[in-house]
T-cell receptor, first 111, second 117 residues
Framework: GNSVTQMEGPVTLSEEAFLTINCTYT??????LFWYVQYPGEGLQLLLKATKADDKGSNKGFEATYRKETTSFHLEKGSVQVSDSAVYFC??????????FGKGTRLSVIA | ETGVTQTPRHLVMGMTNKKSLKCEQH?????MYWYKQSAKKPLELMFV???????ENNSVPSRFSPECPNSSHLFLHLHTLQPEDSALYLC????????????????FGSGTRLTVV
């Protein structure tokens, strides 16, 4: 079946550091890929998405590019802030399947 | 405000109680979902409703009983729960059950934090 694999956390960074959270997706066909963010005490919010190969999703300084060859969708941000501390979920969906989530990566940014 | 509203935000209940979680969306979506999020475990899809009919039930114990009276409302009725059922219960919706989810994804509510004592 379809699956999403993302790097295990937790990830702890200093403010203004560069962030990468790896994500790969296994599926039949070419899925649409998403990053969701969950701030403490909240539900999941859509952060960005890409619906076809080579698309780049971006929002709030975060970026992710859909790499067809590796079905990867790594999340990056050039300079993280304390307010970016949250849990990040990679997710994918294709055809006749529900949205599949990775296990989540907790990010802590310290001042 | 995400467009999906869940009530209550917090709930503490005894193992012999009966309670209900409520989810409401006015996004015009046709599919609604219940997820369970436990500490240190992946998101678990519990139930899916499409056009008010249940289309997925992922081996969820019968002490959880969903209800979808119309396309805007979804309930999760709880009875005789166990302490291990304590978790964050998330409701989500999407345009359709299978088509279009790949373009727009799902919209989540803020969740109900359930504690079973």
């Amino acid at each position: 079946g379809n699956s999403v694999t993302q790097m295990e956390g937790p990830v702890t960074l200093s403010e203004e550091a560069f962030l990468t959270i790896n994500c790969t997706y296994t599926a039949t066909g070419y899925p649409s890929l998403f990053w969701y963010v969950q701030y403490p005490g909240e539900g999941l919010q859509l952060l960005l998405k890409a619906t076809k190969a080579d698309d780049k999703g971006s929002n709030k300084g975060f970026e992710a590019t859909y790499r067809k060859e590796t079905t990867s969708f790594h999340l990056e941000k050039g300079s993280v802030q304390v307010s970016d501390s949250a849990v990040y979920f990679c997710a994918g969906v294709s055809g006749n399947t529900p949205l599949v989530f990775g296990k989540g990566t907790r990010l802590s940014v310290i001042a | 405000e995400t467009g999906v509203t869940q009530t209550p935000r917090h709930l503490v209940m005894g193992m012999t109680n009966k309670k209900s979680l409520k989810c409401e969306q006015h996004l015009g979506h046709n599919a609604m979902y219940w997820y369970k999020q436990s500490a240190k475990k992946p998101l678990e899809l519990m139930f899916v409703y499409s056009l008010e009919e249940r289309v997925e039930n992922n081996s969820v114990p019968s002490r959880f009983s969903p209800e979808c009276p119309n396309s805007s409302h979804l309930f999760l009725h709880l009875h005789t729960l166990q302490p291990e059922d304590s978790a964050l219960y998330l409701c989500a919706s999407s345009q359709n059950w299978l088509n279009a989810a790949d373009i727009y994804g799902y919209t989540f509510g803020s969740g109900t934090r359930l504690t079973v004592v």
